[in-house]
Structure formats: C-alpha cells, structure tokens
C-alpha cells in the first residue's frame, strides 16, 4: 500500500497518577472493572494520564524508528517479573472539554496521550501449557515522576480492526472527506484505494483490512522497529461473513465437525511498525443484497445501508469486524 502511513493507537484506556494540583479528572467510564486491561505482545495501545505538569503547544512525534522508548519527558513501562520500556510514538495534551464549553463555574482539565507499542516478549495467558499466570502491569513517568501501576493481562491477541478515527493519514491518499458517516474502516482494495459506497468491493476479489493487536509473528519483531517483511501472526483467527445490512462484529462459533475458515494472510505489513493486515476474499453476495448508500448527500433521519458485508476476525481471547461495502450482483 504507497502513499499511506497507517500508525494508531488500538485501545484507549485510563492511568491514574494522582496530583494535589489538579482537580480529579474522569478519564473514561463503563459497566466493568477496568482492569486488569488485556494487551498483547506489541500492541500499539494509547494511554490517557492524568495528573500531570506538562503542557505541550503541539503533539510531539517520533520522526525515526526504531521509536524512542523517552518522548518529550515521558517513559512507558511494562513490568512482568522485570521492567521493560515499551518505545513511544507520540505524546499530546487534550483538554478534558473536548473543545466543548465547560458548564459555569466548572474548569477543563489536562490529560496526558501517550501512544506506545508495548515490548513483544511478554509472557501470554496459556492456558494449555500449564505455565502459571505471571502478574503484569503498566506505568508511566512523566518527568521523572512516576505514576501509579495499572494491572494488565497478557494474551496472545487483542485484535483490533483500524478506522479512520484511529490512524493518521499522509501521503497520496487524503483524509476521508466524502462520508458523514462516523469512522469508516481502513479496508482496502489491492490498489491501495478504500472499499466504500462509491469504491464497492467485488465478489472473489481480494482486500485488505488493516489492524493492530494481533500479537506475535514469525520471525518474531521489535517494537517500534518496521518490519521488513510480511510476517505471519503465531495465533490462529477464523473469520466470518454476515451479508445483513449495518450489521456488527459478532465473534465466529466454531462447530466440533465444521473447520471454520481463515484469512488468507494475517500478519505484519512491511514498513511499518505496529501494523497488521488481513486479507480476505469476499464471497458470492446473496442475490437480494441491497447497495450501500452513497452517503456524500445524507438526509437526516433517512435509514442508509452504511455496509451490506460484516466481516469479522476472531481468536480464542480477542475478535472484531469491520462493515463494508459489496456490490451485488458481482
């Protein structure tokens, strides 16, 4: 894929390091424990730090690779038995407004992102190899300070499919300003050019779905280092094809007596640090299939088919999807 430079976060998640200068910042929220937050071996995941002194005037990036493992005063750490420094990608502050006006009376706080790929030679979760569970966590210092360790639980996999509200995009291909739609997935013909309603994919043609998270490869990698080569994923995904209208990612069920199928490639794209892909072929739509909207002129309140194939890739610990656009009848 030329012109594009696909680097991301895959999960945001929230470390607190508490500060007796700042009010208490609420850096996410949910229905569950939040942690111990699952990671994989060279995950590129951003973390969202709270109760720091740093005011950066603009992001600051790393320009060679392999990446740092200190950027503008920040160092990530992964401990598991021994600390291992995971190696950084950028630094920025966000208010906590969101660029939203604060109620009166109220103030807008600092968080601190910071994207990091964490170290690949962690120990995973196995539950078949009679290896006990080894605790791990994450930290991060910010000049010289150190906050507090957040629980982690190693896995081979947390697969994550990229959107374009996760990757910075340069080069011959610009910023996707066509769509109203939120986040449309980075899936890709072989041309390089996105599968969309205007671009649809064809039956028995092959795409390309980009993600972070699937842990492992052989040869294994470095973080923060390109890799030079399409390396293949150590874990086993199955993947599943839903032709329903804005369906979502539903993790494949695998029968005793039905071997579910795979990609045809999952594993490393060369150049880059950090990213995956996963190729497919599309299968024979339905005859029924109904196109997706061309979305450049959206009616408010009018119902669109945003995608009419859901793929979805899965493991034993992670799966996600992404929806696109088929046309029928190819």
């Known amino acids: 894929m030329r012109g594009i430079i696909l680097l991301c976060s895959s999960t945001a998640i929230a470390v607190f390091a508490q500060s007796t200068t700042q ?45 740092p493992t200190t950027l503008a005063g920040v160092k990530v750490t992964y401990r598991q038995g021994s600390a291992e420094p995971a190696a950084i990608l950028e630094v920025r502050t966000l208010s906590t407004c969101l660029g939203i006006p604060p109620p009166s009376g109220s103030i807008c706080g600092t968080i601190l992102a910071v994207t990091a790929q964490l170290p690949f030679q962690m120990l995973t979760l196995c539950p078949l ?30 697969i994550h499919f990229l959107t374009s509200c996760d990757v910075l995009i340069s080069g011959s291909l610009p910023r996707i300003t066509t769509s109203s739609l939120p986040c449309p ?94 190729n497919f072929i599309v299968p024979p739509p339905p005859d029924n299939l109904e196109p997706c909207s061309d979305t450049t002129g959206v009616i408010l309140f009018v119902n669109m088919v945003q995608s009419n194939l859901t793929v979805s890739v899965a493991s034993p610990f992670s799966f996600d999807g992404a929806g696109i656009c088929v046309q029928p009848g190819s």
């Open 129 to 158: 190899c009679a290896r006990p569970d080894i605790p791990a966590s994450i930290a991060v210092t910010v000049n010289g300070v150190a906050g507090q360790s957040l629980s982690v639980q190693p896995l081979t996999d947390q």
């Open 185 to 278: 997935p980075m899936v890709t013909h072989a041309d390089g050019k996105l599968v969309s309603a205007r671009n649809p994919a064809q039956a028995a043609e092959e795409v390309v779905a980009y993600a972070v998270g699937l842990g492992q490869t052989n040869p294994p990698l470095i973080e923060g280092q390109p890799a030079t080569l399409a390396a293949p994923a150590l874990t086993t995904f199955v993947i599943d094809f839903n032709y329903h209208p804005n369906a979502l990612a539903a993790k494949p069920f695998p029968l005793a007596w039905v071997v579910p199928p795979g990609p045809t490639f999952a594993g490393t794209t060369p150049g880059f640090a950090g990213l995956y892909q996963i």
């Open 23 to 67: 009010p208490p910042v609420i850096g996410g929220a949910g229905y569950s424990f939040p942690v111990p937050l699952p990671v994989a071996p060279g995950q590129v995941i951003t973390l969202f730090v709270q109760g720091i002194n740093t005011q950066l005037t603009a992001p600051v990036r790393a320009t060679t690779t392999p990446w």
